[in-house]
């Protein structure tokens, strides 16, 4: 009939109680900033172009900013709120090719090129990216 031992009851409870977990999880998961690949090369020629690329999914957040960086130091932002959208820093054994075609940058992916490779482009190179405010999160 509609008669639930105690056991039954603990039952029902824990599967309302996981499948709300799993719809929570489900909507943080739409909402947040997401680093969804990162594509660096482990191995070089330096005579030749790389391609780094990261793609994200910003769910409710508006893009800040993709910043690249070579063992913690920044070389390259992409900032698209900013008058001057593109930004380029000094760092030892990094030459981004500037104005590529290959070069793109927008609300879903990061993909740039380096150029002029040498012994001191080895490294680890990383991809950050940010949302805006009120809610400022990193990936």
Not at 33 to 58: F, G, H, K, N, W
């Amino acid at each position: 009939m509609g008669i639930f031992t105690g056991l039954d009851r603990l039952l029902c409870l824990k599967v309302r109680l996981t499948t709300t977990v799993l719809v929570l999880q489900a909507l943080t998961l739409a909402r947040s900033l997401q680093l969804t690949e990162i594509s660096v090369p482990e191995v070089v020629d330096v005579r030749e172009t790389v391609t780094l690329a990261c793609s994200y999914e910003m769910g409710t957040h508006k893009l800040n900013s993709v910043k690249w960086y070579k063992d913690e130091r920044e070389f390259f932002r992409y900032s698209p709120m900013m008058p001057k959208n593109l930004m380029y820093f000094e760092v030892d054994g990094v030459t981004v090719l500037q104005n590529s075609s290959a070069q793109i940058c927008n609300q879903f992916l990061c993909s740039i090129q380096l150029h002029k490779l040498n012994i001191r482009s080895s490294g680890s190179y990383r991809c950050e990216i940010s949302g805006d405010a009120p809610e400022f999160k990193l990936a």
